[in-house]
């Protein structure tokens, strides 16, 4: 069994922080009336919180760090490593179970898709119960004469994924969207990649980059299977702040464009930024009491 660990690249910006803060945690999940429940009964689309987010807390202690998102409501995770769980994915799943979380994907690289690694791969991640696997970012993806080759890499992955009831995929960021002969990397990508390929779309980097992300999801239906909801604000936009609910992004636009358009299963949080001192933890929970704020508003309209 192949060991799957979170790499350096991951890891970097990193500040410890002592997580004095579980009590704050969990008031902010009992707050939004979701601490325990697990459930966003608004939406049919449920909550996960991509670990990245809290990658402090999760490199300080794992368990306690999954424990901690549990408590708060999310109903999954999207993994950015395994941590001490790297070689043994029968324990990281009787873990997952007894928190009550599903696995909404994983981020990983590329070469986990290629050649003699993509069994490997396939089996470690059938025994946690993830069938999204999602490279969040690539210097090919960008490459005028590589880009090709590596959409081929995708659709066969995609091929031999789909019998396991698995898809790879793609996240982007701000580069993805940058124009090569009149066409944006990330059209190429989806042009030359079969439907079963996902399209993870990061909507705070989509809409940083200037990209409309409801008019990216409408594009290409279907294969927004997981999205990423990461608050965003703009440059200029004053009053704003990156708490999900408070930041630039229309996000009723963009669950409404998710629900009717993208195929969407999941609505992945990811916290990149923690406004007003608060920690990884804090803002993550005011993130998903955000989200849960819009859904339940979205819910009350005729």
Known sequence: ???????????????????TAAGTVAAIGAQSGI????????????????LYSVREDCAQDFDRAMAQVADMGYRGVEFAGYYHYGDDPRALRRR?????LKVAGTHIQTAALRGDELPKTIEFHKAIGCKYLIVP????????EKCQALADTFNTAAAALKPEGMYCGFHNHKGE??????????ELFAERTSTDVILQLDV??????????????RKYPG???TAHFKPTVLEGDEGKTAILGRDSVDWSSV??????????????????????GKTPMECSGLSLQGLTEILRNMSSLP
């Not at 069994?1 to 997580?19: A, C, H, P, Q, V």
């Not at 997952?96 to 009550?100: A, E, K, T, Y």
């Not at 210097?139 to 005028?144: E, H, I, K, W």
């Not at 669950?255 to 007003?276: H, K, L, N, V």
Request: net charge negative; with cysteine; proline share 5%.
């Open 1 to 19: 069994m192949k060991e799957f660990k979170l790499g350096s690249d991951i890891l970097s910006r990193r500040n410890f922080l002592k997580m």
């Open 35 to 50: 601490l325990g429940t697990r459930k966003d009964p608004e939406s049919e689309i449920p909550i996960a919180l991509q």
């Open 96 to 100: 997952l179970d007894g928190l009550g």
């Open 137 to 144: 970012g690539d210097r090919d993806f960008t490459d005028p």
């Open 177 to 186: 969207f940058a124009e090569h002969q009149g066409r944006t990397f990330w």
């Open 204 to 217: 705070g980097w989509a809409q940083d980059a200037g990209v409309d992300p409801v008019k990216e999801i």
């Open 223 to 225: 294969r927004t299977r």
């Open 255 to 276: 669950i409404q464009a998710c629900r009717a358009s993208g195929g969407t299963e999941w609505f992945i949080i990811e916290q990149e930024y923690y406004p007003d």
